[in-house]
Structure formats: structure tokens, C-alpha cells
């Protein structure tokens, strides 16, 4: 190694300093002697052979290097002292989190606690963003367009910033106002200060009019391919042997008629738009465009027509932007209407939309809780849409007066209510399953449609919650599974509708909007709960209801079923929660569960000459006893949450920006 000195003055000269290279380097180089003294020798003799300018020159170098040197280390010590405060401060952070929560315990009732298996939920995770490292940031190679350019995507620099700002506000510079809390829940400040507003805007756009750049393909992966042609399948049979009417009767190749308008069809548009079927799509929007006629002597139910109807329209005209569908949302919206006209504004369960008149069944005058209480993602967002209040104005109203009842046991509610006195009745018996399921989840999405404002909704929403762990939950024998029974008159029922399998979904997407983390880790262990309700059963496919055994006996498995219980009627709810619970956890066993579900469809419920069949006997695999009957919802939502499932693209239907109404329709949340 040579140093080369342009220093000197006069004429060029090059001026060498010689370095002792070590052993390693030297061999090879010729006679070898490498003892001290000869070193000590050869260095000393060489810094006399220097000249007196060189000897400065090194001098100087080196006292250089010794001045840069202390500089360096001043600074580093700096550096070194600031990343050893903010670990400090992470580490109190992390201390006073928990104290923030130990203020609003929040603990599921002791038989069913910290289930060892599913560990300690990360504290952070109550206000923490999703996890997202699981899911491809990439775009959708599909049309859907998301409506907020800013929100589209969370990158990792989002999710520090959200972490920072939870750390300033645990620091206390937002102070009062940063955190409000009810029984247990803890809401992010501006989710819960501002007062609900019930104005009606402008008519607003389709979220996809207001389109932004197109996104990169996200390429299908093979399980969505699977979905598609699952779905295509079963469109095969509908197309050919049900075309326009409400449903398919697989086995027999004909149709069943409910309500005349093409249900299956209307509620399987928005999920061929999501599957990328753009020829079937057309061939359906046609069919709309000609033939849906909503001027029909027809009484339909006005909770069914809603879901699947309206919300499948107005979910559509998101999707695609075309005004076909909101023309067509309006028009059944409308006729919807006189179902409100009641002594109590609580509306009947029937109208008849070419006549307008509506009415309650026959044999009473009570509405379905479930029913009244799970219309009103569509209404509003119809008024928000036309710019005519009249549709949030009557759904709204009844959320108000249900809000204000009594005869509620802490937050769970009857299943009837009277539309002539507006009260509750058959008081006593309390479910999260039929006839009260979709009043909880609506309770929590209008809350998320709105912005997060209205409060009254989530107060309802935690306070049933709360009345779930302390009067609903149980755990069974041998695996102890947590699931969800029945009250009826103080008694306990280990009783579980499938349709109760909504709920770990909608718990988790409650965690994700800022809520109590402990709602997440009963998600959970619910899922788990819904998924053995299909792996208990000899066809691998949930029946309609289970018993849960509370104790253990030989040869018994915790889910038992009664014969009239042992049908499928291909219902989503699990495939659902299954949905959120991928989305913000990531974790691949959800995908895998949802796999093995659809494999047992196809097993079990597959019809060779088209569409598949609800079945009568889930517990026995060479005979399961078709039905006959394909539901609209199968295409509606089984299958559309299997494929979003399957998906790594958060942006396919971005839950920061839609909330799914009970038909599996997604809407647009508002902002402001
Ligand atoms: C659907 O119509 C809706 O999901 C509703 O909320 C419950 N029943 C069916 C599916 O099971």
C-alpha cells in the first residue's frame, strides 16, 4: 500500500511511506524474519531515513485523525443516548397501555378465560391498524375503484405513524379528550365526540365514479379459481334452469318462485362483478335492464327485499357506477316504503310492492327484531344517494325508538316486537341466532356506515356484547370449546345456530374500528368454535343448529345434532367470520378452514348438471339427502367470501371503506 503526497513544493516528487504488512501478506514476498525487535528496528530506522517535511506531515495526519475521532465519538454518544431514551419510552408506553385498559376491564366471564392456546393479545392491538403484512399491497386487477385516494393503501410507514401518534397520545398531549370509554370499550377520540348527524347531503356519486388510478393486476391465486369455477358451476344451472326467477331447484332443473323478481340473480351480481365474470355480469344487467319490473301484485318481505334486493342494487351501482342499478334501487326503495305506516312506526314484515299497501303476517302483529333492525345500512344509504331523506328518516327512527326499550337483559333483546304498541313481546328468551342475529351486527356497521358518530349504536352494540359474555357464553366437553347458547326465561340452552357464526366476524371488524381488543380475542375463540361445528360432522359441513355438550362423556363429541337440526342449507356465516378473521390477522389457518369447507360443498352439494343443493342430512356422507334447492344467498355470499377470503388484496372490497350489509352487499362507509 502506497500513500501518495502532492504536498511538497518544487518539482514533483513522489514521497513513499512504507508499511509493514502482516505475516499473511508478507509471505510469499521473500526471506521472512518477524520477531519484535527486528520490527521495532526496521519501523524506527525507516522514521530517521524520512525527510523532515515528511515526518511533519505524518505528525499532522495524525494528530488529524485523533481530532476526528473525538468528534465522532461525541456525537455517537448522542445518538446512543436518544436511541437508548426512546426504548425507554417504548417500554412505558407498553407499560401504560395495559393501565389504560385496566381502568375499563374488559374481561370474558371467568369459565371462559384466557384459553391458553390463544396466547396474549397484543395490548397495542385495540387501537393498533390491521396487520398487514400478510396482504399484498398490490391492486385489484378488477374494476372495483376505491373511493379515497389517501386511505387506499397502509403502508408500513402508515402503521409507525398510527403506533407514534398512540404513543404521543399515551404521553398525554392530547389528554382528556383523547379517549373515551363505555364498559369496556375504548374508542379513538374522533370516533366519539361529535354528535350523530342525521342530515342528508347531496346526492352522492358511486364510489367508483370517483375512480382513481388504475391498480396493478393482482394475479388469482388457484383457491380463487377454484371459487370462480365453483360459482360458475352454479351459475350453469340457475341460467339454465331458473333464468329470472327467484330460485334453483338443482335436482329437479326447474325453479321455486318467493317472491318473483330474479332474487338469485339480483343477489349474485355484485359477486360476479368481484369474481371478474364480466360476461355473465352483462348477460345479468340485461336481464335487469329488461325485465326486472317491481309493478308486481306481489307481497315480499320487507327485510329479505331489502338485503337482497336494495342492498344488491345499490352494492352494484357502487361497484360498476352504472345508474341502471340505482334507478332500479330507487324504485324498489320506494315501494318499500309503505311498510313503515304503522301505529308505532315499527314496520310490518310484509308489503305488497304493486299495490302499496303492507301488513303483518296472518297470525299476528309482531315484527322480527332481527327484521326491523337490519334494514337500515340500505335505507340510509339510499338517502344518501337521492338526496330524499325519507328512507334514513323511517330506519332511523326505529333504531331510536328500539335504543330506548325496555325489556332488554343487559343489551340482549327480545326476538318480536309489537307494531301496533312499538314494545318488545315474548319477553324473556334471548339468541344471537335467528329472529335477533342481524339487530347485533347492524348495531355495529351503522355505527362504521356513519363515521363513527353515532353513538347511541355503539353504546347498544357494547353493551350487548357485554350481555353476551356474561349470559351466553359456555364452554363445552371435552375440548372446551366457547360458544354462544340461549337464555329462555333464566335457563341456559347450549343451543347454537349456525347463523350465530356471524359474530366472530363482526366482533373482529369491531376490534378493527377501535374497539375493546378483548372483542377480538373472543372472535377467536368463537371462529374455532364454528369451524368444529363443520369438522365434528361426518360430511365436514355445519348443520343448522348444534347442541353443545357441557359435560364430558365417553365417546361424545362437543357438538351433537338433533335429527330435525341436521340440514345445510349452504349458509355463509362461518365462511364469513372466516373472511374477517384472514383479513386482519393473516393467519393462513382461516384460508385453510374456508378450503375445506368449499371442498365439502363440492363434495356434498355439487348438482353434476349445474348449481348446488342445500341437503338434509349433513351427518351422513353417502346419503346427505339433497334438498333440492339453491339458496340465492349461496351466490349472494358463500361464495363471495370464499373468494374474498382466498385473497391477499386488501383493496378487494377494502374494509376501511365498505361495510358489508347481512347479504354480503358492500356499501360505502361515509366520509365526511
Ligand atoms: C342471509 O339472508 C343473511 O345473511 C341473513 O342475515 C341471515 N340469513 C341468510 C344467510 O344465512
Known amino acids: 500500500a502506497a500513500m501518495y503526497s502532492g504536498a511538497a513544493a518544487g518539482p514533483p516528487r513522489r514521497d513513499f511511506i512504507s508499511v509493514t504488512l502482516g505475516p499473511e501478506e508478507a509471505v510469499g514476498v521473500g526471506g521472512y524474519n518477524n520477531s519484535k525487535a527486528w520490527r521495532r528496528r526496521s519501523c524506527w530506522r525507516k522514521w530517521k531515513q524520512l525527510s523532515r517535511l515528511q515526518r511533519s506531515v505524518i505528525l ?167 371459487v370462480i369455477e365453483a360459482f360458475r358451476h352454479a351459475w350453469k344451472g340457475y341460467k339454465e334452469f331458473a333464468w329470472g326467477h327467484d330460485e334453483l331447484k338443482p335436482l329437479s332443473k326447474s325453479y321455486s318462485e318467493w317472491f318473483g323478481l330474479g332474487l338469485t340473480l339480483i343477489d349474485a351480481l355484485d359477486t360476479m362483478w368481484i369474481l371478474g365474470l364480466k360476461e355473465e355480469f352483462e348477460e345479468a344487467r340485461k336481464w335487469v335492464a329488461n325485465d326486472l319490473v317491481f309493478d308486481k301484485n306481489v307481497d315480499v318481505n320487507l327485510f329479505e327485499s331489502t338485503i337482497r334486493i336494495l342492498g344488491g342494487l345499490l352494492s352494484t351501482y357502487h361497484l360498476s357506477g352504472d345508474s341502471l342499478f340505482l334507478e332500479k334501487a330507487k324504485d324498489i326503495g320506494n315501494r318499500l316504503m309503505p311498510a313503515f305506516k304503522t301505529p308505532s312506526k315499527i314496520p310490518y314484515s310484509d308489503v305488497n310492492i304493486g299495490r302499496g299497501t303492507a301488513h303483518p303476517p296472518r297470525w299476528t302483529s309482531d315484527s322480527t327484531v332481527a327484521e326491523v333492525t337490519s334494514i337500515q345500512l340500505e335505507f340510509r344509504e339510499l338517502s344518501r344517494l337521492t338526496g330524499d331523506e ?95 347458547g340461549e337464555l329462555a326465561h333464566g335457563h341456559f340452552s347450549a343451543k347454537m345456530d349456525h347463523l350465530v357464526c356471524f359474530l366472530p366476524g363482526t366482533l373482529a371488524l369491531g376490534a378493527h374500528n377501535g374497539l375493546a381488543a378483548d372483542h377480538m380475542k373472543l372472535a377467536e375463540i368463537l371462529i374455532e368454535t364454528c369451524y368444529q361445528m363443520y369438522a365434528q360432522v361426518e360430511t365436514g359441513l355445519s348443520p343448522e343448529i348444534v347442541h353443545f355438550n357441557l359435560h364430558a362423556q365417553k365417546g361424545h363429541k362437543d357438538v351433537e345434532v338433533k335429527p330435525a337440526d341436521r340440514h345445510n342449507l349452504l349458509r355463509p356465516e362461518t365462511v364469513e367470520s372466516l373472511f374477517y378473521m384472514y383479513r386482519f390477522t393473516g393467519d393462513k389457518k382461516y384460508q385453510d378452514w374456508g378450503w375445506e369447507i368449499l371442498q365439502n360443498f363440492n363434495r356434498y352439494t355439487r348438482v353434476p348438471t349445474g348449481g348446488y343443493t342445500s341437503i338434509n342430512n349433513v351427518q351422513n356422507p353417502s346419503n346427505p339427502e339433497p334438498r333440492d334447492k339453491m339458496e340465492s344467498f349461496f351466490l349472494g355470499e358463500t361464495l363471495k367470501y370464499m373468494f374474498l377470503l382466498f385473497s391477499d388484496d386488501i383493496d378487494l372490497i377494502n374494509l376501511d371503506k365498505y361495510v358489508f350489509n347481512t347479504e354480503a352487499h358492500p356499501l360505502p362507509i361515509w366520509v365526511p
Open 60 to 226: 499532522l495526519l495524525f494528530a488529524f485523525l485523533a481530532v476526528c475521532g473525538v468528534i465522532s465519538y461525541t456525537s455517537m454518544g448522542e445518538a446512543w443516548k436518544s436511541i437508548t431514551n426512546k426504548s425507554l419510552d417504548d417500554q412505558r408506553t407498553e407499560q401504560e397501555i395495559p393501565r389504560l385498559k385496566l381502568a375499563n376491564p374488559a374481561v370474558l366471564p371467568a369459565p371462559q378465560k384466557a384459553d391458553a392456546n390463544h396466547g396474549d393479545y397484543p395490548e397495542l392491538s385495540l387501537q393498533k391498524p390491521p396487520k398487514l403484512s400478510h396482504v399484498r399491497r398490490g391492486p385489484s386487477n378488477l374494476q372495483i375503484k376505491a373511493p379515497q385516494r389517501d386511505t387506499r393503501v397502509k403502508t408500513r410507514h402508515d402503521t409507525m405513524r398510527a403506533v407514534e401518534e398512540l404513543v404521543q397520545e399515551d404521553k398525554g398531549e392530547k389528554t382528556e379528550k383523547s379517549i373515551i370509554s363505555w364498559r369496556g370499550a375504548v374508542i379513538e377520540p374522533d370516533q366519539s365526540t361529535e354528535p350523530p348527524s342525521n342530515k342528508i347531503m347531496e346526492p352522492e356519486k358511486p364510489s367508483s365514479v370517483e375512480a382513481e388510478d388504475q391498480k396493478e393486476p393482482v394475479p388469482i391465486n388457484e383457491r380463487q379459481l377454484a
Open 390 to 484: 325519507k328512507f334514513q328518516k323511517a330506519v332511523d327512527q326505529v333504531m331510536k325508538h328500539v335504543h330506548t326499550l325496555s325489556g332488554k337483559n343487559d343489551g340482549l333483546v327480545p326476538m318480536f316486537i309489537n307494531t301496533n304498541s312499538g314494545q318488545f313481546t315474548h319477553l324473556g328468551v334471548y339468541t344471537l341466532g335467528a329472529r335477533a342475529d342481524s339487530y347485533y351486527e347492524y348495531l355495529l356497521k351503522q355505527w362504521i356506515q356513519g363515521g363513527k358518530k353515532e353513538n347511541e349504536l355503539l353504546e347498544d352494540y357494547m353493551r350487548a356484547i357485554e350481555g353476551v359474555k356474561k349470559h351466553l357464553l359456555q364452554r363445552s366437553e371435552p375440548k372446551k370449546l366457547t360458544f354462544v
